[in-house]
């Protein structure tokens, strides 16, 4: 893999950090006796995590009323300041990493300097911008007995995340919380803790000088991986946890957590190639949801082509697809049609590879691709090619992912592609939020009722 | 406890509840080491439940497309047809909880009667009547590079119900899932096992006479509360599960789940009466709220009175209360003012009693009473009675909780009253739904994009 290959691998789940998360978590499904013992909002825990979730709860109170861009602001200010240390600490990160053998690719993505700073500090400027997702009145109307109703936007409160390599996230991913209202605890990877501590400090320091509470802004400061359960099991202290790494830290985090979680990030995506399909087109489609970007989770991992194309369309596609540097696998037919296509394993239709491999299989109808479809989709985007009516519909209707896609790329699930601005993550699941989750996303909501003496008869 | 105030008892979350499930759960939180072994959409389980899940997924797919009305008539057709032998079954179920010496008042919540089927049809077909949830256009906007996108409701695909007692709810909730374009899996009360079986064949006779597949609404047959573990823990297969009954079963069902979970249910709702109530206003609010159905989660369960309107109030307030059957526990001020008051434990302001008992506390300010609500409020429904502008609004904006009241009952906090028509529950986690949710929040969405080669730069 070229290192412009490696500087293509982005945000939402790469491969680098699948590795990284399971190659340290051995013991990832034990959850530590202490953990979940609840009894009506208290929760037995270490005193340091349970104090630092408490105090981030009290902060979070009144955050809505406060002047939440003002202090957005003060924090762009402050990282600006601490540069110096920011980068200094970075360095020590990325130097323990390099003692660990850890990969230049990785190295990488730990590693900050001014420009990628400048670059945080621009993407703080964006979320300023962005309309308030408080107080919005999503409905309002009245009782037959007069009393009013209003459906209106609230923070969530405490929102924990948890996170890999990247420092540039402690900084995202704090602003679009406390845009939204909510207090943050922060809970990133061990090998970028100092860049992180810093971080933390600057944001805390751009907090205060805008009279908001520093506590709404917190590090578990620790490389323990019990921290990681704390934070996923506080109920009554924590009212969302938001994975975003990997397969394997946002399966730990699904399968341990007793707090509401948004799963975001794994995809498995499909093009499919009808047999009306315009082939150009779909080359077109195919070459830039695999080659652009292969590291992110809206990069296509699969490729479905109808048995009345396949003769014309795979011969060209895997010719064009191999001189981009991509691997194709793939089952017999497809080995059949093109030259240089490798067997695909019964295993490579459920992976999700972040890099630059694809499995072809050849279908007969549309039917069966959308059984495959059905069967391995991580439910995040799928994509038709087609000049059929009847077949985009079919598709769009039967296909259960975030977005479906009928004549162009999946590479569009994107917060800034659909228009919301900057997201916290893209769920993959069907609960509060689907697709890219924005600042709108971001928020609950809350009845509020005025009467005169209302009662129920 | 008067027969009369038994029968007053209702759904959403009775103390009776709460007592059968604990006591039958001893080892409510073990978890059987074969749940949750998840490898990508699979899972390791009993067969039994598992092959149930699987054919309620697969029936799940293509059910928004159905007419689903046509098939809600054809089961309310089919449960009157099948009415004898529900009742015969129902009859069973009662005895058998008679001999193992249960409560005249949780044997009667397990009956069924005609009038009591008469009911559970009425309410199908107000479910009917109901507007369709799926299919919603919620937004659609246009790329600037000409892709056009849609954010369309769609079904959740499988939800899991785990209840108590009440065989209706088994009708009630089936019911709106099918609405709402999902297959439904239902997780009732072992002592209602018998009736649920007819009740869930009938509606399976109804979905077959519609062309609908019968797997979309089915019953786990099964006491073992290890089934209960092995729903709640089926990812890839189940999309939601939604817990109703007593505070143990929810507590069980958020502590143990692996898939996505609406809690619901827990209401320790307060009124606070301001300096500046009108005390006859807060008298017939704390009335309504505690005397009408003390056995539902909007019943106020706690009073918080102004130091300065204490003297005048609580004398009144607690004359009627106990006249209304009503034990009245106080911290000391409340003792002082109102004969009859009997003290109050720390334990009793974290209480849900759901029954005729009430606490008071005197506050002396505003700030007092939000900071006991903040620390009490299980997030159900609070109310204030005042003149203030002020209080009013500060009420509103800090009270953490899924319905505000200013100057009216905490009973309104229900999806006819609230004109949603019939709910699943009344939420009150702040993910995805809050406050009652009906039909309208038992579906996800999803985003289609049609384009025309549209590939991402």
């Known amino acids: 893999m070229s290192l412009i290959q490696t500087l293509l691998r982005a945000s939402c789940s790469s491969v680098l950090n699948v590795n990284w998360w399971d190659a340290n978590l051995p013991n990832a499904r034990a959850v530590p006796s202490h953990a979940g013992i609840y009894t009506w909002g208290m929760l037995t825990a270490p005193a340091s995590t349970h104090s630092l979730l408490e105090s981030a709860k009290k902060a979070a109170r009144g ?17 600006l300041e601490f540069e110096a240390e920011i980068l200094e600490a970075n360095v020590v990160d990325v130097a323990l990493e390099r003692q660990k053998g850890t990969s230049d690719a990785l190295l990488d993505r730990l590693s900050l300097s001014p420009k990628r700073l400048e670059a945080v500090r621009e993407g703080i400027a964006q979320v300023v911008a962005l309309p308030d997702p408080l107080g919005r009145v999503l409905e309002g109307w009245r009782h037959e007995n007069g009393l009013s109703f209003e459906k209106v936007t609230v923070p969530f409160g405490v929102i924990g995340m948890v996170y890999e390599s990247r420092p540039n996230v402690t900084v995202d991913a704090a602003v679009l919380c406390l845009k939204a209202g909510s207090s943050v605890v922060l809970r990133g990877s061990s090998s970028a803790l100092q860049s992180n501590r810093v971080l933390v400090k600057a944001m805390q320091v751009g907090l205060e000088r805008a009279g ?60 499919y190639v009808d047999s009306s399909a315009d082939l150009e087109m779909a080359l077109n489609i195919l070459l830039n949801g695999k080659v652009q970007r292969p590291g992110v989770c809206n990069s296509l991992e699969k490729l479905l082509v109808h048995y009345e194309v396949a003769p014309i369309f795979l011969p060209l596609a895997v010719k064009a697809l191999r001189e981009a540097g991509v691997e194709v696998r793939g089952d017999d037919d497809a080995q059949l049609y093109a030259p240089g ?117």
Chains 1, 2 share one sequence.
């Open 341 to 457: 296509v490798v067997p695909a394993l019964e295993s490579d239709w459920s992976t999700e590879y972040l890099d630059f491999i694809i499995a072809v299989k050849v279908v007969k109808t549309l039917s069966e691709a959308l059984e495959h479809i059905h069967t391995f989709s991580s439910g995040h985007s799928e994509a038709i090619v087609t000049r059929s009516l009847e077949s985009a519909t079919r598709f769009e209707t039967e296909v259960d992912a975030a977005a479906v896609y009928v004549n162009a790329s999946t590479r569009f699930t994107d917060g800034f592609e659909f228009g919301f601005g900057a997201e916290i993550g893209i769920s993959t699941q069907k609960l509060h939020a689907r697709g890219p989750m924005g600042l709108r996303e971001m928020v609950s909501y809350q009845f509020r009722a005025r009467g005169n003496g209302q009662i129920r008869g």
């Open 63 to 79: 955050l809505a009323q406060k002047n939440r861009n003002v202090a957005l602001e003060h924090i762009s200010h402050a990282l």
């Open 212 to 271: 908001l509470p520093r506590d709404a802004v917190q590090l578990i400061d620790s490389t323990d991986r019990s921290s990681v359960t704390e934070l996923i099991t506080a109920r009554g202290l924590v009212d969302l946890v938001i994975p975003r790494g990997g397969a394997g830290l946002i399966a730990h985090v699904v399968e341990n957590a007793k707090v509401p979680v948004i799963e975001t990030g794994v995809g498995n995506c499909h093009l």
